[in-house]
């Protein structure tokens, strides 16, 4: 019976992680994001057909009309990019050859990793009402201001951006763990709070490479060699491309839920038409 009962228990957990797991992705964007008509009014056809794209709180306004310099930079290094399906196979991570695109691009225009840390310094301003008996006895109340003031260092801590220029901020998550969006729209919210960025650029993976994933062959080590799992079987490659790592469903999620706070966020999600080797024929 005990046997049964723990059966049971493990199917309610294998259930609830399902539930949970299908419920913080999100196929499409929600009230919370631009019209999708001002969105491709905004950008070059060919970056549409590259790209997946979202705008949030205006960000492709803001951008296209005020940040038109950096904008350009930005849509000339995704107008560029390109990867192979042996990219796709290889190993991920900020050492991969997908990162490393975009910085060769970024990197010589000015585009720099950038940290920022704040202190918060309060002031406090009350009125205070004292009473006290005058010469004639009598009981006299007055009121008087004081003041004080306290720091609360650190109240911004390291919170990094991989490319910040002039006003605008960008980022690349191709197959981190999902958590890394969280680290990513917060470190947004807190430039745009502090009056460092009007706008932020965030590039993740379109769901629309999902089978692509599935059609090629088996993942690839750094060295090239053909990975195997724990059995020794080859790995796949759509393994390595997990529900729970950065793609364009788990960011949709983040931002209709309004974690990016009031700092406008364009998405982009890499489809099929970024692999210089790949067609569907």
Known sequence: MDDDLGSGDAEIDDAFSLLVESSDVASAPNENA????????????????????????????????????????????????????????????NESDIPKAFSAMLRPDGWHETVIRADLRVYLTWLEETTRLNRRGTL??????????????????????????????????WNSKDQTFDRDLYAFRAFWECGIIDAA????????????????????????????????????????????????????YRLNSGRNGGCPVLALGIRPACISDWSES
Do not use: C
Not at 52 to 67: F, G, K, M, P, Q
Not at 217 to 237: M, Q, R
């Open 34 to 93: 631009d019209p999708p008509a001002l969105v491709r009014s905004k950008l070059p056809v060919h970056i549409l057909e590259k790209y997946e794209v979202y705008s949030y709180r205006n960000a492709a306004l803001i951008l296209s009309e005020t940040r038109q310099a950096e904008f350009e930079q930005l849509l000339a290094a995704l107008g560029s990019f390109t990867l192979t399906t042996t990219q796709i196979r290889m190993p991920g991570g």
């Open 140 to 173: 006299v109340r007055s009121r008087g201001s004081k003041s004080a003031e306290t720091t609360r260092e650190r109240f911004i801590d390291a919170h990094k951006i991989d490319y910040v220029k002039e006003r605008v901020a960008f980022d690349l998550e």
């Open 201 to 252: 650029v965030l590039v993740t993976r379109s769901g629309d490479l999902n089978p692509v994933f599935q059609k090629l062959g088996p993942a690839l080590t750094k060295t090239g060699k053909i990975a195997v799992n724990e059995d020794g079987d080859p790995k796949p490659t759509a393994a390595k491309y997990g529900a729970s790592t950065t793609w364009m469903g788990k960011l949709l």
